[in-house]
C-alpha cells in the first residue's frame, strides 16, 4: 500500500490553464505539505496543512491554493499557469513536532 | 533563519570506495531536527535519518554511518564500500522546533559511483 500517493504523476498543459495535483496519505498524519522541486534540483517549501488549517504559506504566487478535504488529502490547485511553474511537485506528511516527513512520488509539471 | 550548505555539488567515486557527503547547518533554535534524503535517478524522496538536536550519537545503518558534531553545526553522511546502487542526489534538510516543522533543504549532494 502506497504510504503518501499523488495523482497525476505527469502533467502538461498550455500557459494559462489551471489545474489541480492530488494528494491522500494513509498513514495516519497530521500534518501535510507541499514542496516544489524546480529545474536545479533545489526543494522549497510551498506550503503546510495540520488538521486542515493553513499553519504557513510561504512568499508563493496567490495562484496556488492548497486545498484539504479532510486530514489525509492535501490538493494543490493552481491558477493561471506560467511557464515558471513547471517544476516537479512533492506532498509530504508526517506527524506534528519535527517527526519525519514522507513524500510522495511526486508530479512534474511541464507548462508550455 | 535557518539554513542549510552542502558545499559538494557533484562527487563522484569508485565502487567499493568510501565518501563522505558534508552538511552544515545553522539555526538559532535550541530544539532541531536534522534529516538525510536520497533521491535516486526515478526521483522519488526516500528517508535516510533523522535525528534531534539532543542526540548527537552517531548512527551506523549497515554501510551507511552519520556524524553529527554541534559544536561545528555539521551533519555529515558517509557510505562505506559504495555501490552503484548509492548514486543519487543527497538531501541533508533542517526541521525546528517552532512554526510549523517544515524541511528547509540544503541544494544536494549527486553522488557518481562508478562500476
Known amino acids: 500500500d502506497t504510504a503518501v500517493s499523488q495523482t497525476p504523476k505527469y502533467l502538461v498543459t498550455q500557459m494559462g490553464n489551471d489545474k489541480s495535483i492530488k494528494c491522500e496519505q494513509n498513514?495516519?498524519?497530521?500534518?501535510m505539505y507541499w514542496y516544489k522541486q524546480d529545474s536545479k534540483k533545489f526543494l522549497k517549501i510551498m506550503f503546510s496543512?495540520?488538521?486542515?488549517?493553513?499553519?504557513i504559506n510561504e512568499t508563493v504566487p496567490n495562484r496556488f491554493s492548497p486545498k484539504s478535504p479532510d486530514k489525509a488529502h492535501l490538493n494543490l490547485h493552481i491558477n493561471s499557469l506560467e511557464l515558471g511553474d513547471s517544476a516537479v511537485y512533492f506532498c509530504?506528511?508526517?506527524?506534528?513536532?519535527?517527526?519525519?516527513?514522507?513524500f510522495g512520488p511526486g508530479t512534474r509539471l511541464l507548462v508550455l | 533563519a535557518q539554513k542549510v550548505t552542502q558545499a559538494q555539488t557533484e562527487i563522484s567515486v569508485v565502487e567499493k570506495e568510501d565518501v563522505t557527503l558534508d552538511c552544515v547547518y545553522e539555526?538559532?533554535?535550541?530544539?532541531?531536527?536534522l534529516f538525510w534524503y536520497k533521491q535516486p535517478p526515478s526521483g522519488e524522496l526516500v528517508f535516510l535519518i533523522r535525528?534531534?538536536?539532543?542526540?548527537?550519537q552517531n548512527e551506523i545503518s549497515g554501510r551507511y554511518s552519520w556524524n553529527f558534531q554541534k559544536s561545528t553545526s555539521s551533519f555529515n553522511f558517509t557510505i562505506t564500500a559504495s555501490q552503484v546502487v548509492d548514486s543519487a542526489v543527497y538531501f541533508c534538510?533542517?526541521?525546528?522546533?517552532?512554526?510549523?516543522?517544515?524541511?528547509?533543504f540544503g541544494t544536494g549532494t549527486r553522488l557518481t559511483v562508478i562500476p
Open positions: 498513514l495516519g498524519h497530521d500534518t
Open positions: 539555526t538559532r533554535d535550541t530544539t532541531y531536527y
Open positions: 534538510a533542517l526541521s525546528e522546533s517552532t512554526g510549523a516543522n517544515n524541511l528547509f
Open positions: 509530504a506528511s508526517s506527524l506534528m513536532g519535527g517527526e519525519t516527513q514522507y
Open positions: 496543512y495540520n488538521n486542515k488549517e493553513l499553519i
Open positions: 535525528r534531534n538536536s539532543f542526540d548527537e
